[in-house]
């Protein structure tokens, strides 16, 4: 029998039970796909973490660690699997209401049961709870439940794992103290103890608080766009203020936390969240408004192709999920432009209907324009020439002010920004208001 099992091996899970494994836990990690279960434990996974590999080979060669796609009877269930939104932006819960049927055999009086899954106010006990106590076991009486939401970066999950603060979500305090027992062991950042539904609206709260700070900062570059101001630099002058701080702008969010997050909360209290639609209105509109500003010009038409630089929703990761690229996308083909779509990470493949290829000069050749989504480092170092040998046309949109302008400019290109003026300098500064001097003031002035 495992001491924990952690169900869904995925960017978050699977991490998780390697940490544990590695603080010397004997636990079984749980996947549907048996194809990721059979990789693992051969000690393998396609997953691009930091120091992941070689944590999880590790774990698999001590045999603290196996995968199964069906759970055991364990001390300690952990449920770490994903929780989207359907196309109406509803929650959708079925993973985690399948998760948690899977563990009601094995459930035990006396057993640990943790939900990590980012999920609506209420979840933990109104879903998680109520389906367990269908075995006759009454949670925080006959076993314990708790919510603890993960903080990590993408890309560096292990590492913030270990040291990030964490929010443990007791349905009583016994039960977080049990979990606070678990985590500790390889936690080393500040793990605060509070009830289920406070932590879950923390989490929900820490996301839409970023959401709402990018869109703040594109509605700025918005303004600015019309005003002739670069917004970077208004940006970087108003953080200079102690209690300020502002994100930067761009072609809106993706991932799987902060555009979706929000929405948690909006479709259960829209009462209390117009602010909350709004800015996620703003985000998913500004990759859109860029490609208006492209076509604008009249130097991308119906008919030609755009290539959008980058897939994964953010910097030199290969995650591709709710990219801002898809939106630009759909936009595109609404528009009738064709469209190329380039990420030297992400696997190639479809997504969200839209193919990505890793070959940069086949994604370029014939483009009438150019847009960069994600700032990888393999775009920061381009030169002009990657542009200028393979596309026709010499129109360039960086929504992320991470190209070389300079060299672009010299080899023919319009460049678009975000947050900048099509011209890229302010607008003349307007005539100094006409001032009377009138003959009293003129003898007053004389006198001084």
Known sequence: MAEICVLGLGYVGLPTASLLAGAGFHVMGVDINPDVVKALNQGKTNL??????????????????????????SHTFIICVPTPTLPDHRVDLRAVESATRSILPHLRRGNLVILESTSPVGTTRDVVGRILAESGLEPGVDFDLC???????????VAELVNNDRVIGGYTTQSAEAAK???????????TLTDDKTAELCKLMENTYRDVNIALANVFANICESEGIDVWKAIQNANLHPRVKILNPGPGVGGHCIPVDPWFLIQQYPQHTQLLRAARLVNDGQGV???????????????????????????????????????????????????????????????????????????????????????????????????????????????RLALNHASLKLAGFTVLTTGIGESGEAKAEPAAPQVIITDAAKKTLSRV
């Not at 919510?147 to 999950?157: D, F, H, K």
């Not at 027992?181 to 793990?191: S, V």
């Not at 408004?289 to 910097?315: H, P």
């Open 289 to 399: 408004r860029m490609l208006d500003r492209l076509m604008e010009t009249d130097r991308l038409r119906a008919g030609d192709k755009l290539t959008i630089l980058g897939a994964s929703y953010k910097a030199d990761i290969d995650d591709p999920r709710e990219s801002p690229a898809y939106l630009v996308a759909d936009a595109a083909h609404a528009r009738g432009v064709k469209v190329a779509i380039h990420d030297p990470l992400v696997v190639p493949g479809t997504y969200h209907g839209h193919p990505v290829t890793n070959d940069l000069t086949g994604a370029l050749t014939g483009a009438a324009a150019a847009m960069l989504i994600t700032d990888h480092k393999a775009y920061r170092s381009l030169s002009s020439r990657a542009f200028t040998d393979a596309m026709t046309g010499r129109l360039i949109a960086d929504t």
């Open 48 to 73: 691009k973490e930091a120091g992941l590999a070689m944590m999880v080979s590790a774990a698999f060669q001590s045999r603290n660690l196996v995968a199964a796609t069906e759970p055991e009877p």
């Open 147 to 157: 919510y603890c939401p993960e903080r990590v970066l993408p890309g560096n999950t």
């Open 181 to 191: 027992a678990i985590y500790e062991r390889f936690c080393q950042g500040k793990l």
